[in-house]
């Protein structure tokens, strides 16, 4: 069948806009639309909003192909770095301009001087890209409304100092105090157990 033919060709990554799907069959984007429409039926494809198909369900591998300049941050890059054992019931994904709503993904929106520090993990027939940890606790001192400041906390002590501090000093002088108060609170953290004690 030739919907199985063009599946197929379609795995060989996360996701595809109808007018891609139009260039792979050699037809016009209604005729797209229909074989788009055949192959959801059918199992092949998911649909993820109008004019976007995905040919798997992993929503990380979704929403940051889908908003290009976007990466995983905040308690999502941190519980992905097993940093966080908290499983937070949205993805939170930096994204550079706004972008309409995608169910189980929360869109923050950071000017594009603050979109640095992640990196593209190959996961399947795609790729994601993910803040790094450091980029991640930063990110949460930056916008400390998305995710409690205490998450940072928790997941800092693993974390490269020299580069969270480099990192929060290209967010702006907010960030850079709040984590500076983190990574001063987590060295004393030791000593007030001892005494404890």
Wanted: charged share 20%; hydrophobic share 40%; net charge positive.
């Amino acid at each position: 069948m030739q919907l199985y033919a063009y599946s197929k060709i379609l795995n060989s990554k996360p996701l595809w806009t109808t007018s891609e799907i139009a260039t792979i069959i050699g037809k016009n984007r209604v005729a797209a639309k229909v074989y788009a429409h055949r192959m959801v039926k059918s199992g092949l494809l998911i649909g993820v909003k109008k004019g976007v198909y995905s040919t798997t369900d992993d929503i990380f591998l979704i929403c940051t192909n889908i908003a290009n300049g976007s990466y995983i941050s905040f308690i999502s890059a941190l519980n992905f770095h097993h940093l966080s054992t908290q499983m937070p019931s949205n993805v939170y994904v930096v994204v550079p301009r706004k972008q309409s709503p995608l169910s189980g993904v929360k869109w923050v929106r950071f000017p594009p001087s603050k979109i640095f520090g992640f990196r593209r993990v190959r996961i399947g027939n795609g790729s994601m890209a993910v803040a790094e940890p450091e980029k991640a606790i930063v990110d949460i001192a930056y916008r400390p409304n998305i995710t409690a400041l205490a998450h940072a906390y928790e997941s800092i002590g693993s974390c490269n100092k020299k580069k969270l501090i480099a990192y929060a000093r290209r967010m702006n002088v907010a960030t850079l105090k709040r984590i500076s108060n983190i990574i001063n609170l987590a060295r004393k953290k030791p000593k007030m157990v001892g005494s404890a004690k």
